[in-house]
């Protein structure tokens, strides 16, 4: 599965992105994907996950109820809407995949990775 994040961008305090996680892959509404962001000097660390069918998603405590996580199985893409933004918010955002698994808080839980977007919050 091939993944292109895309959307990021530099955005002031408590304004909004949209970021996408976009694939060619015919099977992608089997597929669950997640979100991940990392900071210079920080660990990778999970922020949102939807399910295949985009009824269940799941969010880290830091971005719940700013972040919102959907998807269109028929564009294939996967999206990451960012509002209230924060300066601790700034870092690489990227998408992941899998098929199978219920774990979704962890990147070792992942097969596939599209290569990051950056997003750059200004005090």
């Known amino acids: 599965v091939q993944l292109q994040a895309s959307g990021g961008g530099l955005v002031q305090a408590g304004g909004s992105l949209r970021l996408s996680c976009a694939s060619s892959?015919?099977?992608?509404?089997?597929?669950?994907v997640g979100w991940f962001r990392q900071a210079p000097g920080k660990e990778r660390e999970f922020v949102a996950h939807?399910?295949?069918?985009?009824?269940?998603?799941y969010y880290a405590a830091s971005v719940k109820g700013r972040f919102t996580v959907s998807r269109d199985n028929a564009k294939t893409t996967v999206y990451l809407q960012m509002n209230s933004l924060k300066p601790e918010d700034t870092a690489v955002y990227y998408c992941?995949?899998?098929?199978?698994?219920?774990?979704?808080?962890?990147?070792?839980?992942?097969?596939?990775w599209g290569q990051g977007t950056q997003v750059t919050v200004s005090s």
């Open positions: 992941a995949a899998r098929y199978l698994g219920t774990i979704w808080g962890t990147a070792d839980a992942y097969d596939y």
């Open positions: 939807i399910r295949w069918s985009g009824s269940t998603t």
């Open positions: 892959e015919r099977t992608f509404s089997n597929v669950a």
